[in-house]
């Protein structure tokens, strides 16, 4: 149980190009999504929350406009990176809780490997 | 700010053998911690917790411990195995704004056959 489904797993787009992002929970419902990017040999770092039927939450520091977020229902998040550039290559993962609250683990896809030329 | 810190980048360890992997954290109010353990291109797989009411947490091959009065927890691995090579990350997170949970760096173990 407890699967966390993410596409595609490698895009290579041009600069100034956009880029979306799929993240379905599969086998459970999740009203919070969470988008993380990782840079090599680096933690993972929160971006942005994804709630279902509202706005997304953002870490400080990252651009809303730019990574654009939608969770239009309970299985499915989505993660739009706006007019690319080099810079935004990187590897995003996303993830969810199958159990709320604070003392259950969070479920990751398998990422997305962003590189833009 | 890094609240939560895995000061080795890398470890190697002999099949069979135990591996120790450390984890220090900052944030007196994290209170859950976590690790997961992750392949190159792949997404981090969850592999065992532990709340801060416990001191340890056994599943199977891999033994968590925690040490609150030092910040200090590590993951114990009991017989290692060459498919435990992987990066492994701590990770933690407050009950008072469980959502966000926050890793550290990553340690990548090496099981040598």
């Known amino acids: 149980g407890a699967v966390v489904s993410q596409h595609p797993s ?8 956009s880029v979306k992002i799929e993240c379905r ?52 998040s989505t993660l739009t990176v ?9 590897f995003y993962i996303c993830s969810a809780r199958d159990q709320e609250g604070a ?14 030329t | 700010d890094q609240q939560v810190k895995q000061n080795s980048p890398s470890l190697s360890v002999q099949e069979g053998r135990i591996s120790i992997l450390n984890c220090d954290y900052t944030n007196s109010m994290f209170d859950y911690f976590l690790w997961y353990k992750k392949y190159p291109a792949e997404g981090p797989t969850f ?17 968590v411990f925690l040490n609150k009065s030092a910040k200090h927890l590590s993951l114990h691995i009991v017989p290692s195995q060459p498919g435990d090579s992987a990066v492994y990350f701590c990770a933690a997170t407050a009950k008072e704004g469980y959502q966000k949970v926050t890793f550290g760096t990553g ?7």
């Open chain 1, 10 to 17: 490698r895009v290579i787009c041009k600069s100034g190009t």
């Open chain 1, 25 to 76: 929970s599969l086998d459970f419902q999740a009203t919070t999504m969470f988008w993380y990017r990782q840079f090599p040999k680096q933690s993972l770092m929160l971006m942005a929350t994804s709630n279902e039927g509202s706005k997304a939450t953002y870490e400080q520091g990252v651009e809303k406009d730019k990574f654009l977020i939608n969770h239009a229902s309970l299985t499915l």
């Open chain 1, 82 to 90: 706006t007019s690319a550039h080099p810079e935004d290559s990187s």
């Open chain 1, 103 to 116: 003392y259950s683990p969070l479920h990751f896809g398998n990422g997305t490997r962003l590189t833009v």
């Open chain 2, 47 to 63: 592999l065992i917790s532990i709340s801060s009411i416990k001191d340890k947490n056994e599943d199977g091959r891999f033994t």
């Open chain 2, 107 to 113: 340690t990548k173990l090496q099981v040598i056959p």
